[in-house]
């Protein structure tokens, strides 16, 4: 008797046991189905309460792994989609910011352009007809990059076309927009920017130079100038003071605006372009017009940086003034 009574308590243990088992293989066979269900519904953020320590339920946890991966791998994705769709807002205010080509004033040969890196960069020029035979150039570079630079570059140029460019002096439009700059925007935000009037009778140019480098005036028999009179870059101080500079481009010589991306940019071995590269493409290409000297500088300076890629824009304002 005490033989059939262990018998019968064994039968019942392992029977105990395997309703055990299948209560636990049931659960974690609907836990899976119904988890399957939430991820086919787009339910990433579904997880599995694991109840035991089996292989199903090993399966059961490596679900839930695997769901914390495709949500976060759907999270990156939806990130990288508002950094594309942000870029691209970015190129567009640029692109509508930008001249379409230069203006017709007599006397002179006009061109501009700018060559964006892989992202948007803040660089800006502009070519502003007086109505008087005389034409606004300008060329800025904002900082920061993306859609903030672009809205940045988008405030300066508003404020620049507000300005009476036909009377007022290049200084004091400087000193305006220093102001309206250090009270529009967050700390730390700033533009360099050149400012010239230039007359295409005379060849007399007046300009302010705010901390941009110094565009280069280029004479015919090769002797440079380099344009430095101005103040501090704009948005820093909100007093900034900025002097008004003057010369005068004889028939045939060149008046070159340029930003960094031009002389900074480096090769893979860290050497900057520079300015010495620029100076000299410009002295042989002398009898180049102006849009064709500026394929060539881009061309020259992408060729440098090779194989490292771009990583600023290039941006370029060429004039020349033309023969009697």
Sequence with gaps: ELIALLLVMVAAADFGMVRALGRSITAA?????????????????????????DELWDVAGAFNR?????????????????????????????ARLLPPGPPTVPGLELAGTTE?????????YDFIPLGD??????IADVSGKGVGAALLMSAFRASLLSQDLAREPVATVLA????????????GRFVTAFLGVLD?????????????????????????ARLETGGLILGILEQGEYETGEARLAPGDRLVLFTDGVTEAMDES?????????????????????????????????????????????????????GA
């Design 116 to 124: 964006p890196a892989r992202e948007v960069g803040g660089d800006y």
């Design 176 to 187: 305006r927009l220093n102001r309206f700059l250090h009270r529009s925007v967050e700390p």
């Design 200 to 224: 295409g009778a005379s060849g007399r140019l007046v300009y302010s130079n705010a901390g941009h480098n110094a565009p280069m005036l280029l004479a015919a028999g090769g002797a440079v």
């Design 270 to 322: 860290d050497e900057q372009w520079g300015e010495e590269r620029l100076l000299g493409l410009l002295r042989d290409g002398a009898d180049l017009g102006c849009a064709a000297l500026m394929a060539r500088i881009v061309g020259e300076v992408r060729r440098f940086e090779g194989d490292r890629g771009a990583s600023d824009d290039v941006t370029l304002v060429v004039a020349r003034r033309l």
């Design 133 to 138: 035979g005389r034409v606004a150039l300008v």
């Design 66 to 94: 695997m769901a914390a991966g495709l949500e976060r791998g759907r999270r990156l994705e939806i990130e990288r989609r508002h950094m594309d769709d942000e870029l691209e807002l970015a190129r567009r205010i640029q």
């Design 29 to 53: 066979v609907h836990a899976l189905r119904r988890g399957a269900e939430k991820l086919e519904a787009g339910e990433l953020g579904h997880r599995i309460a694991v109840e035991g320590d």
